[in-house]
Structures are given as C-alpha cells and as structure tokens.
C-alpha cells in the first residue's frame, strides 16, 4: 500500500506541475485477466489515479494485485487520445507503461509495456475503458511467448 500512496503523490505533484495546461485529475478501479508471470492468467483488481492534460495526453499510475499468487504490479503509463467521434464521448488511446512487478515466490523485476483501448465518456465526471495490454519484467522477456504477456481490462474512473 505505500507504493499506492506514492502513486497517489507523484499524480497530485504532477497536477501541480501541469498548472499552466489544461488538466483534469481522476481516480478509478479496474479489473483485468492479469498477466501470467509465474502460471495461469489471474484476476487482478486495479486501483488507478491520473491526470488528463489538453485532453489528448494521460499518465496514469496503477496498481495490480494478483489474487491468486498474491504477486503484485506497479506502474505509470503515458497514453495519447484521440477522439473518434463527434460529440468526443469516444477516444482511441496508445500508449505505454513501466513499472515494477513484486513476487511473493521469485525475485522482484522491473516491466514495460504498452496498451491501447478505447474510453467513453458516460458523463462529465464518470468514464470507462476497455483496453489491451502486453507487459512484461526486464529480466525474463525473452524467455516468454506473447500469449503469457497479454491482459484485458476494464476500468471506470471518476474526475476529482
């Protein structure tokens, strides 16, 4: 929980620094199949906090927790939208992310990654996201397929 606390800090500083653009801070909670590190796709609740900044730029910290194996995920993530409608309730977004994976059976490792998804905005507080992403650890990349790095997810998020 203190990596989440960090998160949390690091985007608050953050919304400080971005004074001078447009910004728009939000929270959220997801759910994704997970990633199989050490075995089977897991579930894995996310907690996430953010900051929009001239609606065309995300950074995003998350944190993953894999039920099962009690292994964990932490990351910051950095994506480009796109709007893809005319009312711009649908944006596209691509992007990438780093962080560090924490194993309670093996040793802990760096990870990148990227995503893409698409995200609707339900109304001018609430929106939500389905997204695809591929992340993996430093260390052991190679030593992996693409079909152990993948992960759906769904997140819905609230702006502060």
Do not use: C
């Amino acid at each position: 929980m203190k990596s989440l606390g960090l998160i949390m800090a690091s985007a608050v500083l953050l919304s400080g620094a971005v004074s001078a653009a447009e910004y728009e801070t939000f929270v959220g909670v997801g759910v994704s199949d997970g990633v199989m590190y050490n075995g089977g796709h897991q579930f894995e609740p996310n907690l996430r906090v953010g900051t929009v900044i001239n609606d065309k730029h995300r950074l995003t910290g998350t944190y993953a927790y894999a039920t099962d194996s009690k292994d964990s995920n932490i990351f910051a993530s950095y994506d480009y939208l796109v709007s893809i409608s005319d009312n711009q309730k649908w944006n596209w977004f691509i992007g990438g992310s780093a962080g560090y994976a924490v194993f309670k059976d093996a040793g802990n490792d760096w990870s990148l990654g990227a995503q893409t998804g698409v995200q609707y905005q339900i109304n001018d507080k609430y929106s939500m996201e389905m997204g695809y992403r591929v992340i993996d650890t430093w260390d052991d990349w190679k030593d992996r397929n693409m079909s152990q790095l993948d992960s759906f997810y769904l997140a819905v998020d609230i702006k502060l």
